[in-house]
C-alpha cells in the first residue's frame, strides 16, 4: 500500500521533474529583453513595507547588531585577558 497515490498530488515522479541531456540541447536560453520583463513582473508582486514598517525594521535590525556588538567584544576582553593570565603575559 502507498502511502501517497501520484494522483492526489502526494509523491511525484523525480526523474519527470529533471530534463535529459537531450531535452536541454532543445531548450532556448531566454533573451535578455524577456528576462528584464520577467524581472518586472516578478518585482511588481512584491509587497513592499511602509515607511513605517521600514523604519520599524531598521530600527530593530540595529538594535540587534549593537547587542551582538557588545556581547562579542565582551567576550573577545575576557578571553583576551583570561589568556594573558593563564600564560604569563605582559600584565593587564
Known sequence: MEAFSREGG???????????????????????????????????KVVWP??????TYFIVVLVFVLVMMAITAGLDLAFGKLMFWVFGGRDA
Not at 502526494?10 to 532543445?26: C, I, R
Not at 511602509?50 to 523604519?55: G, S
Request: proline share 7%; charged share 25%.
Open 10 to 44: 502526494g509523491v511525484t515522479d523525480s526523474k519527470a521533474a529533471v530534463p535529459t541531456p537531450n531535452e536541454k540541447k532543445s531548450e532556448k536560453r531566454t533573451s535578455i529583453p524577456t528576462f528584464y520583463r520577467q524581472v518586472v513582473a516578478e518585482l511588481r
Open 50 to 55: 511602509t515607511q513605517q514598517q521600514l523604519t
